[in-house]
């Protein structure tokens, strides 16, 4: 039986939810990205592009990894640029990419010390109810891993 990763605590990122800039009518609204993220079980993120959400904390107070072999190949072939790779689906979830997750996770817990990982799941453009299943499943698989 696996070790219980219990010393990493997991949040996420604007760019799980397809957001690249500060302001795009193809993102997710900063609101719902904030609600998903809470939704998702996640306790933390990173702030995203500077001008998405914003930045009085009083205002936001109110309100509150991995790629794909196949597809890496190919954009590596092909000279692709990281914007256009997302695009094509290069960003998977674990443990379906690479590199091997497992191995760093039980490294990290054996370092005997409370640790944070955002876990960034690179979409742009998205569909909006992409987003959350595919943030609850990320935030699950180190739990599935012996957690």
């Known amino acids: ?17 397809g957001v690249r800039f500060p302001d795009d009518p193809l993102q997710v609204p900063w ?14 993120t990173e702030p995203g592009p500077y001008g998405y959400r914003p930045t009085d904390p009083a205002r936001l107070t109110d309100e509150v990894k991995q790629v794909d072999p196949g597809i890496l190949a190919g954009v590596v072939e092909d000279g692709v640029p990281f914007g256009p790779a997302v695009r094509r689906g290069m960003m998977c979830e674990p443990p379906t990419g690479v590199p091997d997750l497992e191995p760093v996770l039980v490294a990290a ?39």
């Open 1 to 17: 039986m696996a070790p219980a990763l219990d010393r990493i605590r997991i949040g996420s990122a604007p760019d799980s939810w």
């Open 31 to 44: 609101e719902r990205f904030l609600d998903e993220v809470a939704e998702a079980g996640c306790s933390w």
């Open 109 to 147: 817990q054996g370092l005997g010390v409370e640790l944070f990982a955002i876990v960034e799941q690179d979409m742009y453009p998205c569909e909006p109810d992409r987003p959350l299943p595919t943030a609850v499943r990320t935030r699950d698989f180190p739990r599935s891993r012996g957690a």
